[in-house]
T-cell receptor, first 113, second 113 residues
Framework: NAGVTQTPKFRILKIGQSMTLQCTQDMNHNYMYWYRQDPGMGLKLIYYSVGAGITDKGEVPNGYNVSRSTTEDFPLRLELAAPSQTSVYFC????????????FGSGTRLTVV | GNSVTQMEGPVTLSEEAFLTINCTYTATGYPSLFWYVQYPGEGLQLLLKATKADDKGSNKGFEATYRKETTSFHLEKGSVQVSDSAVYFCALMNNNAGNMLTFGGGTRLMVKP
């Protein structure tokens, strides 16, 4: 099925380790986003991209980095994992011409111990 | 800045009961408003939207009316089913270059047979 694919689905990291959360979409959407969802809280925007080669910070970018070398891929990098980064991470994509019409991935549940 | 406030859950209803989930927002200008639904273990899905005052969004028996005078976008359904059990998120988009959404904290709905 077409859509947004996130890997891995689950991961446990030790404090100070690094990892990359992968996100791929096959709908030729130009806009892509990374959100984190903490228990009982809404989604907070980490980074977003309006096209290949263009990225910008969202509400909670500290401790994360992104790149957008192709339209399809938007990986999220954690350099020095901290317990505060324990969360569920969602990647989403949309057409710029369809405001709000996001397609979400199924999420990555990350635990930092 | 922009913000969205939802009623806290969980909301527990019997099948065929009437549902209301309250949502109010703070934003300058004329934002677009959305309801997203998250089923267990899945990403969020767009349920309905409204882009201007007095618009009514509807889908799958759910409705919400954009009320600018009360800055509200309450979600309603006349007769809920067990399959409606999920977390519901209200969100707004307010004329930004990246079509970024601001989400409320989510409301968990549990429908009992």
């Amino acid at each position: 099925n077409a859509g947004v694919t996130q890997t891995p689905k689950f991961r446990i990291l030790k404090i100070g380790q690094s990892m990359t959360l992968q996100c791929t979409q096959d709908m030729n959407h130009n806009y892509m986003y990374w959100y984190r969802q903490d228990p009982g809280m809404g989604l907070k925007l980490i980074y977003y991209s309006v096209g290949a080669g263009i990225t910008d910070k969202g509400e909670v970018p500290n401790g994360y980095n992104v790149s957008r070398s192709t339209t399809e891929d938007f990986p999220l990098r954690l350099e020095l994992a901290a317990p505060s980064q324990t969360s569920v991470y969602f990647c989403a994509s949309s057409y710029g011409q369809d405001p709000g019409g996001y397609t979400f991935g199924s999420g990555t549940r990350l635990t930092v111990v | 800045g922009n913000s969205v406030t939802q009623m806290e859950g969980p909301v527990t209803l019997s099948e065929e009961a009437f549902l209301t989930i309250n949502c109010t927002y703070t934003a300058t200008g004329y934002p677009s408003l959305f309801w997203y639904v998250q089923y267990p273990g899945e990403g969020l899905q767009l349920l309905l939207k409204a882009t201007k005052a007095d618009d009514k969004g509807s889908n799958k028996g759910f409705e919400a009316t954009y009320r600018k005078e009360t800055t509200s976008f309450h979600l309603e359904k006349g007769s809920v089913q067990v399959s409606d059990s999920a977390v519901y998120f209200c969100a707004l988009m307010n004329n930004n270059a990246g079509n970024m959404l601001t989400f409320g904290g989510g409301t968990r709905l549990m429908v009992k047979p």
